[in-house]
T-cell receptor, first 112, second 119 residues
Framework: QQQVKQSPQSLIVQKGGISIINCAYENTAFDYFPWYQQFPGKGPALLIA?????SEKKEGRFTISFNKSAKQFSLHIMDSQPGDSATYFC???????????FGKGTRLHILP | DVKVTQSSRYLVKRTGEKVFLECVQDMDHENMFWYRQDPGLGLRLIYF???????EKGDIPEGYSVSREKKERFSLILESASTNQTSMYLC??????????????????FGEGSRLTVL
């Protein structure tokens, strides 16, 4: 019930293309779904997050789509750039519990 | 800006040695966490702490202990290091549920990691 499943494990996208990373969860008590971005040699940093009362959140080229009934959420990176090459982690947590559960990560490479 | 500082970026230790990984945060956060990161396994929670002198086990606590004597400092201890503890260790902090800081509730702030090699 605590698991967050992330796919794909790695992804290669041409510059200007759309990168899509998917996550699924089982625990319906989760109510906060962040995405973290990690560059080599750095710790992860919050990229964008969503709560289940909305189906989509957009910040610049990054969009989270959330499907509560399917218990799935995804990150879309529009007009992908080489600078977006990083590892991306989806995550989930419950409001009553500060512990955040992470997916296994997706290594994204944007071809120049 | 929030800063989480891990004292050692790279460590090489021998099997059986005692290892201390130190982490300090400067934002007066209530919560602190230790994760380990391994390829293909993502970020796995070792221990976390909601308050000074409080600690709770995460998903993989075996072989580790922690200490939180001061609010800003959270230490990870490997009592007797083993080769399967070779990994990247990440410290993180965030605000507690009742806090009113400007950070998004739940946003974790990570250090840059400590890469430990056990020979």
């Amino acid at each position: 019930q605590q698991q967050v499943k992330q796919s794909p494990q790695s992804l290669i996208v041409q510059k200007g293309g759309i990168s899509i990373i998917n996550c699924a969860y089982e625990n319906t008590a989760f109510d906060y779904f962040p995405w973290y971005q990690q560059f080599p040699g750095k710790g992860p940093a919050l990229l964008i997050a969503i709560r289940p009362d909305v189906s989509e959140k957009k910040e610049g080229r990054f969009t989270i789509s959330f499907n509560k009934s399917a218990k799935q959420f995804s990150l879309h990176i529009m007009d992908s750039q080489p600078g977006d090459s990083a590892t991306y982690f989806c995550a989930a947590s419950m409001n009553r519990d500060d512990k955040i559960i992470f997916g296994k990560g997706t290594r994204l490479h944007i071809l120049p | 800006d929030v800063k989480v500082t891990q004292s050692s970026r790279y460590l090489v230790k021998r099997t059986g040695e005692k290892v201390f990984l130190e982490c300090v945060q400067d934002m007066d956060h209530e919560n602190m966490f230790w994760y380990r990161q391994d390829p293909g396994l993502g970020l796995r929670l070792i221990y976390f702490s909601y308050d000074v002198k409080m600690k709770e086990k995460g998903d993989i606590p075996e072989g580790y202990s922690v200490s939180r004597e001061k609010k800003e400092r959270f230490s990870l201890i490997l009592e007797s290091a083993s080769t399967n503890q070779t990994s990247m260790y990440l410290c993180a902090s965030n605000t507690g549920q009742g806090a009113t800081s400007g950070a998004s509730l739940g946003e974790l702030f990570f250090g840059e990691g400590s890469r430990l090699t056990v020979l």
